[in-house]
């Protein structure tokens, strides 16, 4: 079989809230999409559901839909299991085994007429529910590490087993919970966070929270810019995809370029060079426009990124021969946070503790990693993950049948989200690609 060739389910099962009963509705499912994005700290899917006739017997033994004789009201357990459709993918399983089963947190689209039904089921995981009905009232201590943090709210307030990759942090910061709820306490602290494996002026600020298949993930934007990118680079055809060529399950088979460069925008966000005055609520003072001037050329050579350097898209602003990376485009102002329970600004004058310092540095990331944004369908790939970097292929458009690599379209990209799509059709994997910058890089 063929990556893009339709998937078989060999589990797909809802379990009601009392569990007292169990459906097999494999036979039922009309699409299956399983979604993953770095900026959603829970996974989520979608399944519809059409059926013909009465199927599942009621409270008093009548015959009756899945909708009424569940009956389906939210909360449900939803046990999945995919068997991998070619040799170069994995199975896709959620299932109480694994303890990573999905939830019904939505049904949506019902439509039930005589003895037909069709509706659509919202999954999530587990520890989104748990998310709401929890809240982080603890001290967090001053000297201890932000990741060290992470890791402990989401093992006591998520009550989660699942794996925990965390990027470790240099800074400390002592914070009380405030009574938030866990996934907002931890992605407000991944733009305070520094990675730990930098030092000195080096370190870029700006982390992201996020779950995958593999559990969760707390990793700095740096960190998975360098990571190697997946074995097998990804390549634009255009044509039908043969069966029987050995790469085709490595074949891009649509792509469009939805954001390339916004140049105003980043001028607009201040995201080349900026004022960023800051009020220091210990001293009472705001830092000088001086003190504040933030430039990303300062840190485009201390960072990692995705294609060539930052400097190549950033011309002359004048006659003068100003670069946009010198001239501040935005004044900003803001608070220097120091946390919640430190004294007298203690670590302000420390190398990457520094509010300003790692405050300028996360939003100066996140502003740039947009630089360019392509969403591309490829054959089903169960191995991809959000935040994990491809490299793909993209050839120019020519007059003659010469294919000519076009090495500013090409080369690596980030996992911004993507969905793995399951149909009568075929399987398909559809991606939300971005990086920084533009240009082909080898890695």
Not at 165 to 194: C, H, M, R
Request: net charge negative.
């Amino acid at each position: 079989m063929a990556a893009k060739d339709r998937s078989i389910y060999e589990l797909f099962t809802i379990k009601s809230n009392d569990g007292s009963k169990t459906i097999d509705i494999r036979g039922a499912v009309v699409a299956f999409s399983y979604f993953e994005n770095v900026f959603s700290p829970m996974l989520t899917a979608q399944v519809i559901v059409a059926t013909t006739g009465n199927v599942i017997a009621d409270e008093d033994g009548d015959m009756t839909s899945i909708y009424n004789g569940l009956p389906l009201r939210g909360g449900e357990k939803v046990s999945i299991k995919i068997p991998a459709n070619s040799g170069n993918n994995v199975d896709l399983e959620f299932t109480e085994q694994k303890g990573n089963e999905l939830y019904v947190g939505s049904i949506t689209n019902i439509s039930i007429k005589a003895e037909k039904e069709l509706f659509t089921l919202n999954l999530v995981s587990r520890e989104a529910i748990t998310n709401e009905t929890q809240r982080v009232g603890k001290k967090f201590p001053v000297t201890e590490p932000i990741s060290n943090s992470v890791q402990e709210i989401i093992k006591e307030y998520l009550l989660s087993e699942k794996k925990v990759d965390v990027d470790e942090t240099q800074n400390p910061y002592g914070f009380i919970g405030n009574l938030k709820k866990p996934f907002t306490i931890i992605t407000w602290l991944a733009a305070k966070s520094v990675p730990g494996n930098v030092g000195g002026e080096s370190a870029t600020a700006g982390y992201f929270f996020f779950e995958t298949k593999e559990g969760y993930h707390f990793r700095s934007i740096d960190s998975l810019i360098a990571q190697p990118a997946y074995e097998i680079e990804y390549t634009y055809s255009p044509s039908v995809v043969d069966n029987q060529d050995p790469d085709a399950d490595f074949k891009i088979l649509s792509y469009e370029t939805t954001y390339n460069q916004n140049l105003i925008q980043n001028l607009e966000r201040g995201a080349y060079c900026s004022y960023r005055m800051y009020y220091n609520p210990y001293s009472m003072k705001f830092t000088t426009p001086e003190q504040g001037l933030f430039r990303v050329s300062d840190y485009s050579e201390k960072m990692e990124n995705l294609g060539k350097d930052f400097e190549i898209f950033l011309p002359p602003i004048d006659k003068t021969g100003k670069s946009l990376g010198n001239v501040p485009s935005r004044m900003m102002t803001g608070v220097l946070d120091f946390g919640t329970l430190e004294r007298k600004g203690s670590r302000q004058n420390k190398k990457n503790a520094d509010p300003m310092e790692y405050q300028s540095q996360s939003m100066m990331r996140y502003n740039t990693l947009f630089t360019q944004q392509v969403e591309a369908t490829i054959p089903l790939n169960t191995n991809l993950c959000c935040g994990s970097v491809i490299k793909c292929k993209f050839a120019k458009i020519t007059t003659d049948k010469t294919k000519v690599i076009d090495d500013e379209q090409s080369g690596l990209y980030m996992i911004k989200e993507l969905v793995h799509y399951y149909e009568s059709r075929g399987s398909f994997t559809k991606l939300k690609l971005i990086r920084d910058t533009m240009g082909k890089k080898d890695k």
